[in-house]
């Protein structure tokens, strides 16, 4: 068997520089962690942060949200900015699944914004093409939506702010 390691192009095999905005920032680890470990985290810290402004928050009753925050289903999507740009990715929102509020947690380097959007809201953006279909292209039917955009953008679509105890 033949060894192709030294037909590797070195630069190939370096760790990615973390994005410069991230490297005094508290949420640097984050940027580093792999995909689902991310979602995760940053599930635990939107949780922790709304038990401690006041808000109720549950275990969720199926694997279609991820919370049950001031008695709503909640599936809570959360991202750090894109490198070289000024929006966040959100993915894999699936408006068929069983929730009533979208959470969007924004990890920006200095602060974390949190903001809510109806699931009806939601399907209003699908359908006026402001989520894109994220797998398959215009023709597919995956269900699968995705959102690229930040704080501003996300109120001019309906999204709210989350300031303190009890989601509306």
């Known amino acids: ?20 905005r991230y490297e005094n920032s508290p949420f640097r680890a984050l940027k580093n962690l792999p995909a689902k470990q991310k979602g995760k985290r940053y599930e635990e810290i939107t949780e922790h942060v709304l038990r401690n402004v006041g808000s109720t928050v549950e275990k969720p009753q199926n694997t ?36 009533t509020h979208l959470m969007f947690s924004m990890f920006y380097p200095d602060r974390l914004v949190i903001m809510v959007m109806t699931k009806n809201k939601v399907i209003e953006n699908i359908e006026a093409g402001h989520f894109k279909k994220q797998h398959g292209g215009n023709k597919a039917e995956s269900g699968t939506f995705c959102y690229y955009g930040d704080a501003e953008s996300l109120l001019a679509l309906g999204a709210t702010y989350v300031n303190g105890a009890n989601l509306e």
């Not at 037909?7 to 520089?17: F, H, K, N, Y």
């Not at 049950?68 to 408006?95: A, C, W, Y």
């Open 1 to 20: 068997m033949k060894n192709f390691l030294d037909l590797i192009d070195p630069s190939l095999l370096v760790e990615e520089a973390i994005d410069p």
């Open 64 to 99: 279609d949200h991820d919370r049950i925050i001031d008695s709503h289903k909640v599936e809570i999507k959360g991202s750090t900015l894109n490198k070289g740009t000024n929006v966040f990715s959100f993915l894999q929102i699936r408006p068929a699944q069983d929730y």
